[in-house]
């Protein structure tokens, strides 16, 4: 087993320091200078030359589950992600709390890479493990765990004597224009959700979860999604979307607690106290007409974004980590980045910022139109819903060119459950 | 419409970043966008820039006064010869799109579907569309089809000042494609009138316009392009044909799950080879 904090003690000189770390230590604190090599390349090559034997350190893969917040927020993004929202079937509250606390239990198991339940050692029961992920390592799973606004009243009938625990916040989100939301993507009591570079090892955690519940809660809608692997990219450059453009460049820095704090985790005062070191969930299954942007000429692919497509790059700018400068006109008088690219219009005033962690997810095509079936599974985390992701969401619906190319379809909230400790269960504070 | 046009009429309660005027000036600057690449063939582009113009003008006062008559319709109380007027009206503004809906302000207030915008800000040809086909009525549409009447007015006011550069034609032609595949294959356009195949045949004689007025400058770079592309409209306008009706088209939900793919997977086969309209342009 890896040291449990490994993540927050990563250095320099440890290969598994991403190029964008490197980037950003250099950016502050001259890392080129502390390592006797002149500048970023120098760091660069010096982590390129490292023995294997420091690569391979995180063998095991395993993210520790307990702690103050649960993993899979601030963890370092994984290769896959499968994503599920629960309708709960149980009335009486007891039932609610015992699910999870087995919920617990079997993903502190899995996410060390170990099976559900007992041994399969009566040939006249079904194994307590569906067993597809036996022999796999964690491959870094994390399973994160989210309730939602219908958990606490639907119908206006308070369900299981949480009503007066709900926050404010947590509600569903208003309508936005253009919006195609779609019942089978929408909503849910309970989510999970599944990380891990293994997509075989994030199906069994949810499949085994879901068969948990049996009885308590059913299944809403799932969603598998994927990113570039680390294999495929072992410098870990930002992964590109599938429009071809790499997204995840400008979020909070996870390993900053005080900008987590700022912006992620729910801090004391702000609601009721059982989310402290919690945070909100939202996420949207977004449609991305690939047949049409394929068709779209790469300056306007360019403009769409307000990137450039090749190095990531604002407008205007020269590297994927240089700051924008909204103001900057080419020689015809006209703005770089223009008035209705997404980054723009998402940037705002800089002052409303989200953790994004979405992925890639391919469908099949749909049957309509006998397209591709192909976008994003939008995920985003904040300290507060209605502070940071909807005035965002709001400009992006009313002026994003990248509007012309993508449709809403799905969408949701959660509140992430604080993080426990050993011998606590997932939802204690909100049940206690 | 296009989607992304609505900013300003909605954007004035929102942030102070952006101004409306600044909006507005973005959308409708984007023909005029300079750095248009230069010309490398013998023919003049400008000139095709001016003769598209005056198609698009021509069409949009050709919008206008069937706009009157389908509202002076609505005003009269004439229920049935409104439905027959609505989708033949929409034609003239389909086939000029590129052109007609580059004012933000108005595309959205002309051409909204429910949903676009907000409720209360709702008006314009669906919004009749829906009294017409939902409600079977005129009554309390007054109002909009007087609106609407103002609104086309302003726009062909407006129109004049739209610079067509040989760049906005190239994306243009592409533009009126995906709107086809993103609204109308989709019946989401004319979702109670169900004459969606009318925008539809709209938007593809609009692009075909384009590539019929660069074509010359097309066959000097890329005689087999040329040819892959008027195959290929030949192909989407074959599919239609079998879609008339009378003077029109059948309703959308005459449509079968497999007709609806194969013009779906029609417009995408023209649509790829007519994005490379660009190389008309260098750079
Ligand atoms: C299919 C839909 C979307 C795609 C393809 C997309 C893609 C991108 C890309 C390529 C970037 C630039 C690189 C980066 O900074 O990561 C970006 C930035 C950003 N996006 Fe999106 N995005 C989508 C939806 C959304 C939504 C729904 C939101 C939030 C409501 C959002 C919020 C942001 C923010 C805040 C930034 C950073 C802006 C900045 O300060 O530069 N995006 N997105």
């Known amino acids: 087993m890896s040291e449990p904090d490994k993540k927050e003690t990563t250095s320099v000189f440890n290969k598994n320091v991403s190029r964008r770390d490197v980037l950003k230590a250099a950016g502050i604190g001259g890392v080129g200078v502390l390592i006797g090599a002149s500048g970023i390349g120098g760091a660069l090559a010096l982590a390129d030359v490292l023995p294997t034997s420091q690569k391979k350190e995180n063998t095991n893969a395993v993210v520790p589950f307990y702690g103050k ?16 929202a629960f309708d709960v079937t149980a009335e009486d509250r007891n039932e609610l709390i015992q699910l999870f606390k087995e919920w ?6 899995m996410t060390e890479g170990k099976s559900v339940g007992d041994p399969a050692n009566n040939k006249y029961l079904p194994p307590d493990d569906t067993g597809e992920a036996a022999g796999l390592n964690a491959s870094n799973l994390t399973i994160t765990f ?10 206006n009938k308070d369900r299981f004597g949480l009503q007066k625990k709900q926050p404010d916040e ?13 019942e089978q993507w929408t909503g849910g009591d309970l989510c999970i959700q599944a990380c891990s570079d293994d997509l075989q090892v994030a199906f069994h955690a949810v499949r085994n979860l879901a068969r948990i519940a049996r009885g308590k809660a059913v299944l809403r809608w799932a969603q598998a999604g994927f990113q570039r692997t680390k294999q495929a990219s072992p410098k870990k450059e930002t992964p590109r979307n599938l429009f071809g453009f790499k997204d995840g460049t400008v979020n909070p820095n996870v390993k900053n607690s005080a900008e987590m704090n700022q912006y992620v985790w729910v801090q004391p005062g702000d609601g009721p106290d059982w989310l402290v070191n919690g945070t909100y969930l939202v996420v949207r299954r977004i449609q991305m007409f690939i047949e049409v942007w394929d068709r779209t000429t790469l300056k306007e692919q360019e403009n769409t974004f307000g990137r450039y497509r090749d190095s990531g790059a604002y407008l205007g700018q020269k590297n994927e980590f240089d700051p924008p400068d909204f103001e900057k006109k080419d020689e015809n008088g006209e703005y770089y980045i223009p008035m209705t690219a997404h980054v723009r219009v998402a940037h705002g005033d800089g002052k409303q910022k989200i953790l994004r962690r979405s992925y890639s997810y391919a469908d099949g095509i749909d049957a309509k139109t006998g397209t591709f079936d192909a976008g994003l599974l939008f995920i985003s985390f904040q300290r507060s819903i209605s502070k940071q992701f909807i005035p965002i969401q709001k400009r992006l619906s009313q002026m994003d060119e990248l509007n012309e190319y993508i449709v809403h379809r799905g969408s949701a909230v959660f509140a992430c459950l604080p993080g426990v400790k050993k011998g606590g269960y997932i939802g204690e504070t909100l049940f206690s | ?9 909605l954007f004035l309660s929102s942030s102070l970043l952006f101004s409306c005027s600044q909006s507005n000036e973005s959308s409708t600057t984007e023909p005029a966008k300079k750095e248009t690449a230069k010309e490398s ?4 582009l400008n000139q095709i820039s001016t003769d598209y113009r005056t198609f698009a003008i021509a069409e949009i006062d050709e919008f206008v006064k069937k706009t009157e008559e389908f509202a002076n319709a609505v005003i009269a109380g004439d229920v049935e010869k409104a439905k027959e007027l609505y989708a033949p009206a929409r034609m003239h503004y389909e086939r000029s799109e590129p052109i007609a809906e580059a004012f933000a302000e108005l595309d959205p207030k002309i051409d909204a579907r429910e949903g676009d915008v907000p409720d209360a800000e709702w008006g314009g040809y669906h919004r009749i569309e829906k009294g017409l086909w939902v409600e079977n009525t005129t009554k309390g549409y007054e109002k909009y089809a007087e609106q609407l009447i103002k609104d086309v007015k302003l726009l062909r006011a407006k129109v004049e000042t ?4 040989p760049d906005l034609l190239i994306t243009g032609a592409v533009d009126l494609l995906n709107e086809v595949s993103t609204s109308k294959v989709t019946g989401e356009e004319d979702r109670y009138s169900h004459t969606d195949l009318y925008d539809f045949v709209a938007n593809v004689e609009g692009a075909e316009k384009i590539y019929e007025l660069m074509s010359p400058a097309l066959k000097e770079k890329d005689e087999a392009l040329a040819k892959e592309i008027e195959q290929r409209f030949q192909a989407v306008y074959a599919l239609l044909d079998k879609y008339k009706k009378g003077d029109g088209y059948i309703s959308y939900t005459e449509l079968t799950k497999d007709q609806v793919k194969e013009l779906s997977q029609s417009i995408n086969e023209l649509a790829e080879p007519l994005s490379k309209l660009g190389v008309v342009l260098e750079g």
């Open chain 2, 1 to 9: 419409m296009k989607r992304y046009k609505l900013p300003v009429i």
């Open chain 1, 146 to 155: 989210g309730v939602g606004p219908t958990l606490f009243t639907k119908n």
């Open chain 1, 104 to 109: 617990t239990k079997a993903a502190a198991a």
């Open chain 2, 41 to 44: 063939s013998q023919v003049d």
């Open chain 1, 170 to 182: 947590l509600k569903e989100l208003p309508k936005f224009p253009l919006d195609s939301l779609e």
């Open chain 1, 69 to 84: 917040h649960q993993a899979g927020i601030a963890t370092e993004v994984q290769n896959h992600i499968y994503f599920a």
């Open chain 2, 162 to 165: 739209v610079d067509v550069t």
